[in-house]
């Protein structure tokens, strides 16, 4: 059983289209992120949800949106991507609260070109 | 603000020689440290974590750590590397706060450990 999914695992995309990322989590987590890997495989927290409200949105253009239907998904949508944007994104999830450890997902390599 | 320092991208090691990959913090509160590893092309695995207590703490795959307020320090340690090791490793923090809440974490930029046969 996976426990954090995401898809797709690879997007291929051209600048200027809008594209969306899926997450599911099954542990029964309260809590989920979207962290960006750059090609220098550095990670930075993008977003969390608590009880579909965000927590967190750090600096981070308005063309990302994440969206929480429940607590078991975050999805994360892009507008207008641009070549910047190419990257790993990875989802995870946790229960409220620093203490728990943070579950991630496969990872999502995403190209524009 | 916190922060976190990985002082070497890369660490080559020989197989079943041992090693430490660095990891120094930076914070004006209360913190928990992770380890974490990056298999290619897959996702983060949790290596082990300093919550509290002991200041040794012991993972997977042979892996442990030691947490160094006075250092502001959290190295990961193993006494006998295998080639499956290779991989990239991540040091992250979290600061303890009051009330609660979801915080996410603040990574180092990572280490690339290499193991040679």
């Known amino acids: 059983d996976t426990a954090v999914s995401q898809t797709p695992k690879y997007l291929v995309t051209q600048m200027g289209n809008d594209k969306s990322i899926k997450c599911e989590q099954n542990l029964g987590h309260d809590t989920m992120y979207w962290y960006k890997q750059d090609s220098k495989k550095f990670l930075k927290i993008m977003f969390s949800?608590?009880?579909?409200?965000?927590?967190i949105n750090e600096t981070v253009p308005n063309r990302f949106s994440p969206k929480s239907p429940d607590k078991a998904h975050l999805n994360l949508h892009i507008n207008s991507l641009e070549l910047g944007d190419s990257a790993v994104y990875f989802c995870?999830?946790?229960?409220?609260?620093?203490?728990?450890?943070?579950?991630f997902g496969p990872g999502t390599r995403l190209t524009v070109t | 603000a916190q922060s976190v320092t990985q002082l070497d991208s890369q660490v080559p090691v020989f197989e079943e020689a041992p090693v430490e990959l660095r990891c120094n913090y930076s914070s004006s509160v209360s913190v928990y440290l992770f380890w974490y590893v990056q298999y290619p092309n897959q996702g983060l695995q949790l290596l082990l974590k300093?919550?509290?207590?002991?200041?040794l703490v012991k993972g997977i795959n042979g892996f442990e750590a030691e947490f160094n307020k006075s250092q502001t320090s959290f190295h990961l340690r193993k006494p006998s590397v295998h080639i499956s090791d290779t991989a990239e490793y991540f040091c992250?923090?979290?600061?303890?706060?009051?009330?609660?809440?979801?915080?996410?974490?603040?990574f180092g930029k990572g280490t690339h450990l290499i193991i040679q046969p």
């Open positions: 995870a999830s946790s229960q409220a609260g620093h203490l728990y450890e943070q579950y």
């Open positions: 949800y608590n009880n579909k409200e965000l927590i």
């Open positions: 992250a923090v979290s600061e303890s706060r009051s009330g609660g809440g979801a915080d996410g974490l603040t």
């Open positions: 300093y919550l509290s207590g002991s200041t």
